[in-house]
């Protein structure tokens, strides 16, 4: 059974930073390209970043570019995502997910997380 636990989450002030983990289980994760996406209650779930099953290749929306960074450990199952100058409008549940496309349309699979908040303040 595939599972994929989101950790990291939490308040935080307007330009601080946090940093997202998922670790998965139940699958050889080395295999599969991850991704972080988003959602806030209302509106259609978007692609943050995602990274190849090695890491050679990454994709990041162009409202996080420069500001977020993808990153994975095999050896631990674990894909990151290190969130810098965050802004009010980060604010939304993030996901990850296993087994995406490394691009803004992460296909479709059945390998989700079960979330974690990030609430930014002004």
């Known amino acids: 059974q595939v599972q994929l636990v989101e950790s990291g989450g939490g308040l935080v002030q307007a330009g601080g930073s946090l940093r997202l983990a998922c670790a998965a289980s139940?699958?050889?994760?080395?295999?599969?390209?991850m991704g972080w996406f988003r959602q806030v209650p209302g509106k259609e779930r978007e692609t943050v970043a995602a990274i190849s099953w090695n890491g050679g290749r990454t994709y990041y929306a162009d409202f996080v570019k420069g500001r977020f960074t993808i990153a994975r450990d095999n050896a631990k199952n674990t894909v990151y995502l290190q969130m810098n100058s965050l802004k009010r409008e980060d604010t939304a549940v993030y996901y990850c997910?296993?087994?995406?496309?490394?691009?803004?349309?992460?296909?479709?699979?059945?390998?989700w997380g079960q979330g974690t908040q990030v609430t930014v303040s002004s």
């Open positions: 139940g699958l050889t994760f080395s295999r599969y390209a």
């Open positions: 997910a296993a087994d995406v496309r490394v691009s803004a349309y992460p296909g479709s699979t059945d390998y």
